[in-house]
């Protein structure tokens, strides 16, 4: 893929959390590459060091506690691996934001609304206080807040769970950033909000042609947006495949179990197929496979060695040595 | 009527155990944590001075008629020297000082941990217009001048360390009160609580059997912290002279030396000692309190600990724990790919 | 801040004061039939008959011959019209007079000592919060623990004894005629500043750490929680997260130790100023003490409690004024 058509490539991400009691692996070495204006799934369940990757694209990690290793961290070309706190300070929030998962708490509770979104615009586009109200209105009118002008008057704890998600939308767009990453955008609300949160973020997205690394648990919130998916498994990517792909056949066990809670409507024999136990604890994973403790097709090798990442097909890598789906590839 | 109250006392005795379980079990963490033995160590030391303070003390500390021996320095024959004004020894006065301290400090802080558990409980899970009673009094309670009421109340009752240990009780509850209650709030919407409610469970069953234990490791720490505050007070109490006159207490101590002339006459080891005294019995039971707090929230000791094992990171192990997680990426066909590896 | 709400807090104040006011009424009549009896202890070498005339007189004097409402109507009445009672000292001063007398002095030591705890308090824990984990938070921390476990009366004995009686840098023991009519010339605030100092050093440093440590926690606290992350986000700049996000936040916790500490300004002093001979509102009261001087007694216990509800409703409000939570009563 030529590199000027790509928004974030993201080469060898390490992140590493010393302790007292030993040093946790959070992320071991991810690749992740978003095309422009495409949206990206990351998939995975908590604690596989999802929000630790985010965090760390952000460079929002802090060290202490954390340290970050990384080859290659490029924006639009620009590689970001070496920028000084200043300059990051300039991107974030202007070509490149995040949506947090809590707006609760995402939000400071002692500031209204208004306020917050127009500290971004004279932060970043030298407004004056005034200018900045009339931009902070028409954000959150885009982002459908009703009675934009007086709800920015509100502290958060004054809004809906889906307003304040919204709000955080607003600010995640204000200045139309090249990059969003929206972390768990939708878990901490509603069924029914939660599709009328995904609505404004998806239909946000392809009006401006952002790019989108959206973070999830819930592979049916994927479903509607994503064009690719990147399946993660206790720090480490083990699928990577298009949507249409990874939903029809998936390679990796992990994935197929992922699938498998997902409810369908037209599936009425059938129970969910479930994934037992949970993520190994990131300071005692297991030999071999990561996987392999949960895993129904396991073999002795699983146990000894970590399967590479294998190219399958053009857009499709999995890790594992008996991936699904696959001729001459084990299990089925 | 009979069986009900059989069944009352078995459920209070079920929700006790599960209230002292965890009791063990802290005792057993603050062991293993180093700053916590060092407070236990301290405690226990102190528990058998005051318990054996006769076999300790060299001297009788209530001996007035030393008249000889008036105003010693420190010697061998007294470790301390004596008091200027009566010739009693200090170093014996110091051991036995350690028990009015104990006495008092333990048996407020008990029946504060008490007194509070019940009104925090009752407030935050019956709520209604206990709620609303509880909290009336914690607010008025809460500008009524302590110390000022405390000598009225000497004043009108006698002074004595029963005296003293009311009015603790009467004024200490109302703090635990409201950081008991806030908890219970919390709790009370829990769960397993709500489980129990829909199986039937009766209000006092709940209390005793899931809210109970559920505060009792704040409890626990909480009890600590404010025996070492009434440590503090009783010998504030005790310098104003509303203590049992006839006890020996390190307030007292203190007091007397003030007023015997210590400072004029330079004798400064007569008001250092009651002072190492307080020192040790009130730091020992924070420093529990305080190691109690940090076991609870882990998370706070941990983030400063960060720093210090940044600083003994070592560069060439990090390079090793990064290299560890390199792979190279095998690009081709897969089934090919496979028999390669294997 | 809502109307309703003020009006309710201050309605709430009126009903505290009323029901300290009962309490007062009602303490020195606690164990005897006739309050006279209290007020005027029988002495040995009284017969019984002297005793009665002496009772009689005392009824008569403080108004005990009428039913006890009457008596705890009167009292209001007094109350109102500003009238605390009359003291049993020769002349027959009134409360109100000895208490504007003493005030001052205390003030003097209890507000000069708040100011310099806050002042260094905020400063020092600002600096350990920045610095945290290393050498100048793990002082703090240590010093905190051994202040906390030495009594500041115990403090000032050893300042009076070192720089008061060896050094002779200070006076240990303060004479109240130091200055013949306060007029705030500067030899007189001088000569006053002097006499105070052992006893604000000995009152504040224990302020001083205490204070530090408060800040240095809810700083960190705020550091902690989510919205600083989203600040970050918005490529606010290091100094604009801290005073705008964190300090804000972290102001909540300390105005509620700011508010006990003011109430407790005009008793909190009390052993201190025995130790030093300064003839504040401690001394006062136990001079009352001693002389068995109830009505001097309560009225200071009026006063004081009244000082207490007046600086809890003011901390109330200026909460609620931060806080905006606060007002619907989330924060309760």
């Given at each position: ?332 | ?32 944590h180093p700053k916590g033995r060092i407070g236990l160590i301290i405690v226990g030391l102190l528990i058998l001075t005051a318990i054996f303070a006769p076999l300790i003390a060299p001297y009788d500390p209530y001996d007035v008629t030393e008249r000889a021996s008036k105003g010693l320095s420190p010697s061998w024959n007294h470790l301390l020297g004596t008091t200027i004004t009566t010739g009693q020894d200090i170093f014996s006065m110091l051991i036995y000082g350690t028990r009015v301290s104990l006495i008092v400090g333990l048996v407020t802080g008990i029946s504060i941990a008490f007194l ?227 | ?332």
């Open positions: 893929m030529n590199e000027s058509e790509l928004m974030l490539k993201l080469r060898n991400l390490k992140v590493i959390f010393p302790s007292g009691q030993g040093i946790i692996k959070a992320v071991e070495g991810i690749n992740l590459d978003i095309e422009k204006g495409k949206c990206v799934a990351l998939v995975g369940e908590s604690g596989c060091g999802k929000s630790v990757t985010s965090l760390a694209i952000m460079r929002l990690l802090n060290s202490p506690p954390a340290i970050v290793k990384v080859d290659e961290l490029k924006l639009d070309q620009e590689e970001l691996k070496d920028y000084s706190d200043g300059k990051m300070q300039e991107l974030r929030g202007r070509t490149l934001s995040m949506i947090f998962q809590d707006a609760m708490t995402a939000l400071n509770p002692v500031m209204t609304i208004g306020k917050q979104i127009d500290e971004i615009y004279i932060r970043h586009n030298h407004l004056s206080k005034k200018e900045a109200r009339a931009e902070t209105i028409r954000a959150l009118d885009l982002v459908g807040v009703p009675e934009a002008k007086s709800r920015a008057n509100s502290f958060p704890h004054q809004l809906s769970g889906g307003l304040r998600q919204r709000v955080l939308i607003a600010m995640a767009f204000a200045c139309m950033p090249k990059l969003i990453i929206a972390d768990e955008p939708t878990t901490a609300l509603d069924v029914t909000i939660q599709a009328q949160v995904l609505n404004v973020l998806s239909d946000m997205q392809k009006k401006h042609q952002v790019s989108l690394l959206l973070i999830t648990h819930d592979l049916s919130v994927v479903a509607n947006m994503a064009d690719t998916i990147y399946v993660m498994y206790s720090g480490k990517i083990v699928e990577k495949a298009d949507k249409r792909d990874l939903f029809l056949s998936p390679h990796h066990p992990y994935t197929e179990g992922l699938l498998g809670s997902v409810p369908k409507l037209s599936d009425t024999q059938h129970h969910f197929v479930q994934i037992p136990d949970s993520v190994p604890h990131p300071m005692f994973k297991p030999t071999g496979c990561y996987f392999h403790p949960r895993c129904r097709y396991k073999t002795k090798k699983c146990e000894e060695r970590m399967p590479p990442l294998v190219k399958i097909d053009e857009n499709c890598e999995v890790r594992c040595w008996h991936p699904l789906h696959i001729k001459g590839g084990g299990s089925q | 009527m009979k069986k009900k109250l059989y069944h009352l006392l078995k459920i209070c005795g079920e929700g006790l155990k599960r209230f002292f379980r965890p009791i063990g079990s802290f005792i057993g963490k603050l062991w293993r509070g558990a019940i009104m925090g409980i009752l407030a935050g899970y019956v709520g209604g217009l206990a709620d609303t009673f509880i909290m009336r009094t914690v607010d008025i309670m809460l500008v009524i001048p302590t110390l000022p009421l405390t000598i009225v109340l000497t004043n009108l009752f006698g002074k004595s360390y029963f005296m003293i240990i009311f009015i603790f009780v009467l004024f200490g509850w109302t703090g635990l009160a409201r950081v008991i209650r806030s908890l219970v709030l919390v709790l009370k919407n829990a769960n397993y609580v709500k489980a129990a409610e829909l199986a039937g469970a009766s209000r006092w069953h709940i209390m005793i059997k899931h809210i109970l234990p559920g505060v009792s490791h704040l409890l626990i720490m909480n009890t600590a912290l404010t025996c070492a505050g009434i440590m503090i007070a009783e010998a504030g109490l005790s310098f104003l002279g509303l203590g049992d006159p006839t006890a020996i207490s390190w307030g007292k101590m203190l007091a007397d030396a003030q007023s015997g002339g210590a400072l004029l006459f330079g004798h400064w080891w007569w008001i250092i000692a009651p002072g190492i005294g307080i020192f040790l019995s009130v730091f020992s039971f924070m420093r529990i309190g305080l190691v109690m707090e940090e076991i609870l929230n882990p998370r706070m000791k941990q983030s400063s600990n960060i720093y210090k094992i940044f600083k003994t990171l070592n560069n060439n192990y990090l390079e090793e724990v990064f290299e560890s997680m390199d792979e190279s990426v095998i690009l081709g066909d897969f089934a090919e790919k496979e028999e390669e590896i294997a | 801040m809502q109307k309703s709400y003020l009006i309710k807090r201050i309605l709430y104040a009126i009903f505290i004061f009323f029901v300290v006011m009962v309490l007062n009424f009602f303490i020195p009549r606690i164990g005897v039939d006739d309050p006279a009896e209290r007020y005027y202890p029988p002495q040995g070498n009284m017969t019984d008959v002297e005793y009665d005339i002496i009772k009689q007189v005392t009824r008569e004097q403080y108004g005990f011959d009428v039913s006890n409402l009457q008596q705890f109507l009167n009292y209001a009445k007094g109350l109102f019209q500003g009238d605390l009672g009359t003291s049993f000292r020769p002349g027959n001063p009134k409360v109100s007079d000895l208490i504007a007398e003493r005030l001052p002095w205390t003030l003097v030591l209890s507000v000069t000592n708040l100011l310099i705890s806050l002042f260094i308090g905020l400063m020092i824990g600002t600096i350990a919060a920045w610095r945290r984990g290393r050498w100048q938070d793990t002082l703090l921390l240590n010093m905190s623990t051994i202040s906390t476990a030495l009594p500041a009366f115990f403090l000032a004995l050893i300042l009076s004894f070192y720089f008061g009686f060896e050094l002779e840098l200070f006076p240990a023991y303060t004479n109240p005629n130091m200055v013949s009519g306060f007029d705030w010339s500067w030899e007189a605030v001088k000569v006053v500043m002097y006499n105070a100092a052992l006893p604000i050093i000995s009152m504040s440093i224990g302020g001083i750490i205490g204070y530090g440590q408060g800040t240095r926690n809810a700083v960190i606290a705020v550091t902690n929680e989510d919205f600083i992350l989203t600040a970050r986000a918005k490529g606010l700049s290091r100094n604009q997260v801290i005073f705008k996000h964190t300090l804000r936040n972290a102001m909540l916790p300390i105005v509620t130790s700011l508010g006990m500490s003011i109430s407790g300004l005009i008793g909190g002093a009390v052993i201190i100023e025995q130790i030093f001979n300064w003839n504040g509102m401690g001394t006062l009261f136990l001079e009352a003490n001693n002389t068995n001087d109830y009505p001097l007694m309560m009225g200071i216990m009026l006063f004081m409690s009244a000082f207490a509800i007046v600086a809890n409703l003011v901390t109330e409000l200026c909460y609620s004024l931060l806080d905006p939570r606060v007002t619907v009563g989330e924060k309760r």
